[in-house]
């Protein structure tokens, strides 16, 4: 197995799952950005487990009322109906402002847009 490359200054990302998502979605990023040495955790709505496609439960290391700041915020896709959880969308404004790079993944495009953040911007989700 490949060790994460040590780096001076650890740079975090913080992966925004919730019910619904797909394996591959969040857990390919995951494994690339811990190789190249960054401190990726997850976060979810609360700390409940997060059901992925059905068959995977997902422990959240953080809720949205006790993340701490990262550098990289990556927001999946899931379940449709969550892209329109006003505390989401409120959190996903306020969290942003602090990372330096926002990305999302499949249908977390939405997440991004119900926040304005794909404002004046292109974007290509799968759905």
């Not at 950005?33 to 997850?42: C, I, P, Q, R, S």
């Not at 990262?70 to 896709?77: M, P, S, Y």
Request: aromatic share 12%.
């Amino acid at each position: 197995m490949h060790q994460p490359m040590k780096t001076q200054t650890q740079i975090s990302a913080c992966f925004y799952i919730m019910d619904g998502v797909e394996v591959l979605d969040f857990a390919g990023p995951m494994e690339v950005f811990a190789l190249a040495g960054f401190n990726v955790f997850t976060v979810a709505l609360t700390k409940d487990p997060v059901l992925s496609q059905g068959i995977l439960k997902v422990l959240p290391d953080y809720s949205i009322n006790d993340v701490p700041p990262a550098d990289v915020l990556a927001i999946f896709g899931g379940n449709p109906a969550s892209f329109m959880n006003e505390k989401l969308i409120d959190w996903i404004k306020s969290y942003e402002r602090n990372a330096t790079h926002v990305f999302s993944v499949c249908s977390g495009a939405f997440a991004l847009g119900h926040s304005g953040l794909l404002d004046g911007q292109t974007a290509t989700p799968f759905h």
